[in-house]
């Protein structure tokens, strides 16, 4: 099985409630690998751009409100299966819905501010990590890169 990318995002709450080491914690402890990751904050155009394939969707102008409502925390990561494993470990979008012990389940208080953001597919993994990072800023693993 090949080394795959992912992108996530330690969203505002995340970052609000002082969880981003906890969160990080659990992300490497499930083998996961940190390549880049830094801390910004998004401007309302900036997150509209972000999640511009939700734009026609009720929730967009909440979404992009909350993204751009305070710092949050982009994270390149990489292993082997990168993007099925990070949504396992993070949870159903809603907290309610989430498996127990799953990021979301938790510390999300709601469908709206869930804690964190995983890529859907290796090709939105791709789109969305170039989004805050060139490649020149992801740190490879020298064994991925054999």
């Given amino acids: 099985m090949a080394v795959e990318r992912t992108l996530a995002i330690l969203k505002p709450d995340c970052v609000r409630k002082e969880l981003v080491g906890e969160v990080l914690s659990r992300i490497q402890d499930a083998g ?3 390549r880049a990751l830094k801390m910004i904050t998004m401007s309302k155009a900036e997150a509209e751009g972000f999640y511009s394939v939700h734009e026609d969707k009720p929730f967009f102008d909440d979404l992009t409100d ?3 409502s305070g710092p949050c925390i982009p994270v390149v990561l990489e292993k082997e299966n990168a993007i ?7 949870g159903a979008t809603d907290p309610e819905e989430a498996t127990d012990g799953t990021i979301r389940s938790d510390f999300a208080g ?5 804690i964190v953001h995983g890529s859907d597919s290796p090709e939105n993994g791709k789109k969305e990590t170039a989004y805050f990072f060139a490649e020149h ?8 890169m054999e």
Avoid: C, G, P, T
């Fill in 66 to 68: 909350f993204m751009s």
């Fill in 32 to 34: 996961f690998q940190l």
């Fill in 84 to 90: 099925e494993d990070f949504r396992a470990l993070i």
């Fill in 110 to 114: 709601s469908i709206e501010q869930n």
């Fill in 137 to 144: 800023e992801i740190v490879a693993n020298k064994s991925s």
